[in-house]
């Protein structure tokens, strides 16, 4: 929380003065109290002694006036607030080192069928695109806000040849560049980009596009499918079979990540990419608003003074 008259929380010292005030006025009146009368007989005159009673309508003045002081220091909540529309591209591996099965039923597999959840965690009015990239980037299906297209794009993706990172990357803040709003402004732009992380190929390097898409204001999430012991199986000529070594490269969608201002994120497993969906599906989907909330504090107080006046009414038949 921020404060754009912060100055005036200085007031709020005058909350402790006058809890000592109140303090040293009841024991005075004590004091003279005992001395004009005898406590052995107070039990005679008076039917019971009011207790905890008599402090709380001060109290809950008290309180009133500490939030009255905040609130005239116009306090500012960063809150979040739900994006009524925006611009996602799904960007997937399609790769020859996606089609090993550590990661069930194959790391394209379990993003392909994985990428539902995140669709069902979007708002409605987001357009969503896919790219897929192997040797080249590729456009499946430009942005739409037609689930059904996206999803047949997604069931589309078959495993090819080569990493062409940074195309992908490129290609996909190209497209959001080309979205519009009724208006004429650009709505918001994320990627959300697959892969095991190995870079193959390609026109433009991944730090290049990073760099480009950063300019451009639009985020790249990153997701690193799969573990370090993946294998793919290779017929050669002769019909003779190669197992060949896929690891994970989690370093370059690191970079990529942190140069545009996304996250990088590991999924091992199906259950693990589909709670990576989730969550980005809730981070895309809402943004940071800072908001003056004066009225919160004054309402308060105003609600806390009327209920400190009642009860001091109520039990005393006196105002605070």
């Known amino acids: 929380m921020s404060f754009q008259s912060p100055y005036v929380l200085i007031g709020l010292l005058v909350v402790p003065l006058l809890i000592v005030a109140y303090i040293a006025y009841e024991r005075r009146r004590n004091s003279y109290a005992a001395r004009l009368t005898n406590p052995a007989l107070l039990p005679n005159l008076v039917d019971r002694a009011p207790g905890w009673r008599r402090h709380l309508p001060l109290t809950i003045l008290l309180v009133a006036l500490a939030a009255m002081v905040v609130g005239v220091a116009r306090p500012r909540a960063t809150i979040s607030v739900r994006r009524e529309e925006a611009t996602v591209i799904l960007a997937i591996d399609v790769s020859r080192s996606m089609a090993a099965t550590d990661v069930k039923p194959s790391r394209l597999g379990a993003a392909r069928s994985s990428a539902n959840a995140f669709l069902r965690n979007v708002p409605k009015k987001f357009r969503v695109g896919v790219i897929s990239f192997g040797s080249r980037a590729v456009v499946a299906v430009p942005p739409t806000d037609d689930r059904s297209l996206v999803q047949t794009a997604l069931a589309s993706l078959q495993p090819g040849e080569g990493t062409a990172l940074g195309d992908a990357i490129a290609l996909a803040a190209q497209l959001g560049q080309r979205e519009r709003r009724s208006d004429g402004t650009r709505p918001p732009t994320a990627v959300l980009l697959i892969s095991d992380g190995t870079n193959m190929g390609g026109r433009t390097t991944p730090q290049a596009s990073a760099q480009r898409a950063r300019s451009l204001h639009v985020p790249v999430y990153t997701v690193m499918l799969g573990t370090p012991n993946g294998v793919v199986e290779q017929t050669l000529t002769g019909g003779f ?80």
Do not use: C
């Open 241 to 320: 079979r190669q197992i060949v070594r896929v690891p994970t490269s989690p370093t370059t969608l690191r970079q990529v990540a942190q140069t545009t201002g996304g996250q990088f994120f590991t999924a091992r497993n199906d259950a693990r990419l589909k709670d990576v969906y989730k969550r980005l599906g809730s981070r895309i989907g809402h943004r940071s608003e800072t908001r003056e909330i004066s009225d919160v504090f004054a309402g308060g107080s105003a609600a806390l003074l009327l209920a400190g006046g009642a009860l001091s009414m109520l039990w005393f038949r006196r105002v605070p």
